[in-house]
């Protein structure tokens, strides 16, 4: 039976049976790439395979035990530390400091006694090894290679059998029985499943590092986040120091969990306290400026919210938002217009987290538009004061998750105020000032007169 190419979206990794400029599932356009064709072989469709080992479900093993790295920050993103024979994906923009992160992480493993490899298929084992003297790594016990040759890469680890394997990036890596360039689907999607069934036959963690590009033009990681047990992305704005680590998947641990970490001239730093990061040069009291006590994944982070709104001399005015959701922005105007009778039309309205965080919990609702309203009345918002709570489409108040662990995280940074649901659970309240708004009416009434 003759096999027909098959072609796959480097985005979404959809199939498609033909050639098309614009992939069906995702939307992308130019992303669609053609397959190698599977083998055809004794082993192809048809041949009769053995039966597979069943078990139960029980189990008396004891779950094997993480290994810290000592860097709390990435710690808690990995959901406690490393888990033996794990496979992980860091994804992230070229230039964001993935190779920084991963030395120093096989680094500060390899100290505390863990087997750790380093391959490079991006840099030269020079290269590496000034990082690393720049670093002050040098004299960890991490085994350095650069190749990008996996079949070679593969016997290497079979045969040191490390507990660590690091592997930058997984664009660079070919397999030679596939016949397609380094970076192509076929390779990135044949390498990676290599990586991953070597991780789980002999117990290796192997960190996969994967480069994001905006157009589909190498293929993106995307493919091989279905693989791994744990994705993990690292962001950060250009011109930011700070950098997040964020859990999008993690089968040994909770999704959204982030570390933070600044970039410095010694490499990466942890961030243990990023709301006092994210507050820090915080200008004087000044109208636009709202403060978030939010939640990223188990932790209370707070952020402020700027806005300016200015009148606009174009026929549709910029809507330039920063850090968070575009369509959820565009809700609250909207709400805001229909609901309280405050409309932004004629007006410019910028919106930003400070910082370069990425915000994407609806309880920022409420912080977004008292930025908004205050930039657009020219009245500040107490310095004192955070704010928090999702805004539903009829203009009520809708009360969030962790009420107080927010209270407490604001309390512990000097704030003294808390605009919020009225529905909210409140326990205790942390010894804050509670104001509680039943709807987007009130607390506008409340804030900024009759609005
Ligand atoms: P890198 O880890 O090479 O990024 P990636 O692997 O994601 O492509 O980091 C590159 C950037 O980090 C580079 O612009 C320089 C900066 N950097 C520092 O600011 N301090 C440092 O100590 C190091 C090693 C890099
Ligand atoms: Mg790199």
Redesign the pocket.
């Known amino acids: 039976m003759k096999q027909s190419a098959s072609f796959t979206c480097s985005a979404c990794g959809a199939s498609h049976r033909k050639w098309a400029g614009k992939c069906d599932a995702c939307g992308g356009w130019n992303t669609i790439v053609e397959e190698a064709p599977l083998s055809t072989g004794p082993r192809a469709l048809g041949a009769r395979g053995r039966t597979i080992p069943l078990s139960d479900l029980a189990t008396e093993e004891a779950p094997p035990p993480r290994a810290s790295s000592g860097i709390d920050e990435l710690d808690r993103v990995l959901g406690g530390g490393l888990v033996p024979a794990s496979a992980i994906l860091v994804g992230?923009?070229?230039?964001?400091?993935?190779?920084?992160?991963l030395l120093q992480a096989a680094a500060s493993f390899a100290r505390r006694g863990l087997k750790c490899l380093y391959i490079s298929g991006e840099e030269a084992s020079a290269q590496v090894r000034m990082?690393a003297q720049?670093?002050g790594l040098s004299d960890a016990p991490v085994g350095l290679g650069a190749e990008t040759n996996l079949r070679d890469i593969l016997t290497t680890l079979d045969a040191e059998r490390p507990a660590l394997a690091v592997i930058?990036s997984i664009q660079t890596m070919w397999l030679d029985q596939v016949e397609a360039a380094p970076g192509s689907v076929s390779q990135v999607r044949a390498a990676a499943h290599e990586l991953v069934t070597f991780a789980k036959r002999r117990g290796v963690a192997v960190v996969l590092?994967g480069?994001v590009t905006k157009e589909g033009q190498i293929a993106g990681p995307r493919v091989v986040e279905h693989m791994v047990d744990t994705v993990l992305y690292?962001e950060g704005e250009r011109g930011h120091q700070f950098r997040i680590l964020r859990a999008v998947k993690n089968r040994f641990g909770p999704a959204d969990e982030i570390g933070v970490f600044e970039?410095?001239?010694?490499?990466l730093a942890q961030v243990p306290n990023p709301s006092a990061l994210f507050l820090a040069n915080r200008d004087q009291p000044a109208p636009g400026s709202a403060v978030f006590a939010g939640i990223e994944g188990t932790r209370p982070v707070l952020t402020e919210i700027q806005a300016l709104v200015a009148p606009s001399t174009l026929a549709s005015p910029r809507r330039t938002v920063v850090g968070l959701d575009g369509g959820r922005v565009s809700t609250i105007l909207a709400v805001l217009e229909a609901r309280c009778g405050i409309p932004f039309t004629g007006l410019d309205v910028f919106l930003n987290v400070a910082g370069g965080l990425r915000v994407s919990e609806p309880a920022a609702d409420l912080a977004v538009a008292g930025a908004l309203l205050s930039a657009r009345e020219d009245v500040a918002i107490p310095p004192e004061m955070v704010l928090f709570g999702e805004i539903s489409l009829s203009g009520a108040l809708r009360p969030v998750g962790q009420t107080e662990n927010r209270l407490k995280e604001a309390s512990k940074l000097g704030f003294s105020q808390a605009t919020l649901p009225s529905q909210s659970k409140i326990e205790g309240g942390a010894g804050m000032q509670i104001r509680a708004m039943p709807n987007l009416i009130a607390f506008v009434g409340e804030m900024f007169g009759a609005g």
Not at 92 to 101: A, E, H, N
């Open positions: 992230g923009d070229p230039g964001i400091g993935k190779s920084t992160l990082r720049r670093l930058d590092v480069h690292f970039m410095t001239g010694g490499g």
